[in-house]
């Protein structure tokens, strides 16, 4: 029997695709290890969104290699779609595999196929295989592929395809899959999930499939990252009405100074992202509200890197992912004047982490002596010993609770801050499972 590492870096759209590609393999023999010494296949599913993870990539494999010189060692994700010629003149892969090939890396193992990567822009349906055993307490249910959108720094679209969407059967068929697998969460995810249906002909938009999604037996359901262009007055209305939606929010907003946002090729503006998360405020009880940021992009001067330092400060953000830009070769930005130096874009990114830090802290004070639904995990803290779970508005809490209540929804009452400042106390408040 074979066997196989699986090592995942990047988005979550990514570690859905690795708990797909691990499937396969052991559909096919295939065994799964963790101790890279006795594997015979090293399977890298990587990220390419920055130099940074480029590099990681290229570190994981050569750590591989090192630990067990005879293990074949297999790039795929979006380095290998978009690196694909470079990965075969260098030769630090043995198996070079594209993102839409995935499916097919048993057969390709099999057949000592060493190079399997397509054009990604031919690819016109969505292709992913359904799982039925996930590792997790929250299932992530991939809803489409690709994106449609040219932002200037942005070279996913080249390592994913134009915009792709799952069917509603399909969709629907594996979120009762895991109902059956006794799982009550599940998270909607994909590379642009605002833009699905639209490859539909048919006016589909992501309510559409919400409101099928309603009708499953699934407790809660959560949404990936969306941009506030795509969070219409119709769309937070119904998922205000819904019992089973968590209000947690994460916005792939970048900037907020309205020069930077045309440069970047962003179809919105500072005022309409201001709006859309005082909407969400409006209509949701204590919602968690994340975002994405870009600190330094070409062009940005320290007047604009203010504008969005002040707007942020005034907005109701729960936390920021901050990242300082990274410079993509074949991106529009790449080629913009005035590129801003990496000490200036890492301090600024520092300065906006420090705000999120605070922000983060204010929502958690925010959330306590209040009562909040919970998913209570299979496992405890080690130091603590408590019980891990989850609010519906995405806190980490730790419960002094019995083993009967793993795997169940609990109301909890939150009591107060943990030692650690970035998880929340809490007593189940209702003993009877909801």
């Known amino acids: 029997?074979?066997?196989f590492v699986i090592k995942t870096l990047g988005c979550k759209t990514n570690q859905i695709e690795s708990a797909m590609i691990a499937e396969i393999l052991n559909n096919a023999g295939f065994i799964e290890t963790h101790n890279i010494s006795e594997a015979d296949y090293y399977i890298l599913n990587s990220c390419s969104v920055t130099h940074t993870a480029d590099k990681k990539n290229l570190s994981f494999l050569r750590r591989a290699?090192?630990?067990n010189p005879i293990i074949k060692t297999i790039l795929t994700g979006c380095m290998a779609?978009?690196?694909k010629d470079n990965i075969l003149k260098s030769k630090i892969s043995d198996f070079v595999i594209g993102n839409n090939e995935k499916?097919?890396?048993?057969d390709l193992i099999n057949k000592n196929e060493y190079f399997a990567v397509n054009d990604i822009f031919l690819q016109e349906k969505f292709n992913f295989n359904k799982i039925h055993n996930p590792q997790r307490t929250?299932?992530?249910v991939k809803i489409q592929d690709g994106c449609n959108n040219r932002c200037t720094y942005c070279t996913i679209p080249y390592a994913r395809g134009k915009n792709r969407s799952n069917s509603v059967k399909n969709i629907i068929e594996q979120i009762n899959i895991y109902t059956n697998e006794n799982f009550k969460e599940i998270v909607l995810t994909g590379i642009h999930i605002g833009q699905w249906g639209y490859d539909f002909n048919d006016n589909s938009s992501l309510k559409n499939l919400l409101e099928e999604i309603e009708k499953t037996d699934i407790k809660r359901y959560r949404l990936g990252s969306l941009n506030p262009s795509e969070i219409s007055d119709e769309l937070i209305n119904f998922l205000a009405k819904s019992n089973k939606f968590c209000p947690h929010f994460h916005l792939s907003l970048q900037s907020l100074c309205n020069k930077t946002l045309k440069n970047m090729n962003r179809f919105y503006t500072e005022m309409q992202i201001k709006e859309v998360i005082d909407k969400i405020n409006e209509n949701f009880p204590l919602p968690f509200i994340g975002c994405d940021i870009i600190t330094g992009f070409p062009g940005e001067t320290s007047e604009d890197f203010e504008i969005t330092l002040n707007n942020l400060s005034r907005l109701n953000l729960s936390r920021m992912h901050v990242f300082p830009y990274s410079r993509r070769k074949g991106t529009p930005a790449d080629k913009l004047p005035n590129q801003v130096p990496d000490s200036v874009k890492q301090n600024r990114a520092d300065i906006l982490q420090k705000l999120s830090l605070k922000k983060h802290t204010d929502f958690?004070?925010?959330?306590?002596?209040?009562?909040?639904?919970?998913i209570i995990e299979n496992k405890r803290d080690k130091k603590t010993?408590?019980?891990?779970?989850?609010?519906?508005n995405y806190i980490n809490v730790l419960i002094k609770a019995d083993d009967c209540l793993k795997e169940s929804i609990q109301n909890v009452l939150i009591t107060g801050f943990c030692e650690d400042k970035t998880k929340l106390s809490a007593e189940i408040y209702r003993k009877s499972e909801i």
């Open 1 to 3: 029997m074979k066997k």
């Open 65 to 67: 290699k090192k630990e």
């Open 81 to 83: 779609q978009l690196e």
């Open 103 to 106: 499916n097919q890396i048993a």
């Open 138 to 140: 929250r299932a992530s």
């Open 364 to 374: 958690l004070n925010s959330n306590i002596n209040t009562v909040n639904e919970v």
């Open 385 to 392: 010993n408590f019980l891990k779970g989850t609010t519906k």
